[in-house]
C-alpha cells in the first residue's frame, strides 16, 4: 500500500511561486506514474502534470511553462514547482501514483491519493 503525503500549499499573490512536495512511502516512485490533480471548490479534479516511470513528463495546457515536476528517487519524494502563479491556479492539489503502464492522464487511472494540499492565489 502506497501512502502520499503532500505538503507546501499556502497563500501567495498572483505572479509567486510555490512548490509542492510528495512523500512516498510504501512504493518507490520510479516503479510508478506519479502525477499531480488539482480540484477547485465545484469542479471535478484534473490533471495537472505527471511523470512517468522512464521520467517523461506530460502537462495540462494551462500549466505549461509556469509549472516543473520533478522526481527525487533518493528522497522518494515527488515536487512540483508553480511559478507565476495566477487566481484560476487556486484549488487543492493531490498527489497521485498509478501503475507504471498507464499514463495517469486521468483521476480514473490514480491508484493511490494523499490527502492535499490548499493552494490559494489572491489578485
Known amino acids: 500500500q502506497v501512502q502520499l503525503v503532500e505538503s507546501g500549499g499556502g497563500l501567495v499573490q498572483a505572479g509567486g511561486s510555490l512548490r509542492l512536495s510528495c512523500a512516498a512511502s510504501g512504493g518507490t516512485v520510479t516503479n510508478y506514474a506519479m502525477g499531480w490533480f488539482r480540484q477547485a471548490p465545484g469542479k471535478e479534479r484534473e490533471f495537472v502534470v505527471r511523470?512517468?516511470?522512464?521520467?517523461?513528463?506530460a502537462y495540462a495546457d494551462s500549466v505549461k511553462g509556469r509549472f516543473t515536476i520533478s522526481r527525487d528517487n533518493a528522497k522518494n519524494t515527488v515536487y512540483l514547482q508553480m511559478n507565476n502563479l495566477n487566481p484560476e491556479d487556486t484549488a487543492v492539489y493531490y498527489c497521485a501514483a498509478g501503475s507504471r503502464f498507464q499514463p495517469l492522464r486521468s483521476r480514473y487511472e490514480a491508484h493511490y491519493w494523499g490527502q492535499g494540499t490548499q493552494v490559494t492565489v489572491s489578485s
Open positions: 511523470i512517468n516511470w522512464g521520467g517523461d513528463t
